[in-house]
Nanobody, 122 residues
Framework: QVQLVESGGGLVQAGGSLRLSCAAS??????????MAWYRQTPGKQRDLVAGISRGGNTNYEDSVKGRFTISRDSAKNTVYLQMNSLKPEDTAVYYC??????????????WGQGTQVTVSS
């Protein structure tokens, strides 16, 4: 099985920075982690993609965070990061980490972390 644990959320003033981390623990050698991503969700709204990164390091970003957020990963540690700079009040949300996992080379499922709150004050 795969478990994701996020950390790094908190309260920050507008213009400040935060770095989120998501560490995936993998049981055994049957599972491998492919694409990883960060999503965010505010009350009453759907969970939206913020940034994603492939196993090979290709990245994509939601338009509103381009130039401010940077996603990266350490595949040896099964960890993905989200560096968030120039934060705005509208970035306030619960941020979730997602990992696309394969088992013996076949798609096994999408695994989610528990979420970490990011609050940006004006």
């Amino acid at each position: 099985q795969v478990q994701l644990v996020e950390s790094g959320g908190g309260l920050v003033q507008a213009g400040g920075s935060l770095r989120l981390s998501c560490a995936a623990s993998v049981s055994g050698t049957l599972f491998s982690i492919n694409h990883m991503a960060w999503y965010r969700q505010t009350p009453g709204k759907q969970r939206d993609l913020v940034a994603g990164i492939s196993r090979g390091g290709n990245t994509n970003y939601e338009d509103s965070v381009k130039g401010r957020f940077t996603i990266s990963r350490d595949s040896a540690k099964n960890t993905v990061y989200l560096q968030m700079n120039s934060l705005k009040p509208e970035d306030t949300a619960v941020y979730y980490c997602k990992a696309v996992v394969s088992k013996l080379g076949r798609y096994d499922g999408d695994y989610w972390g528990q979420g970490t709150q990011v609050t940006v004050s004006s």
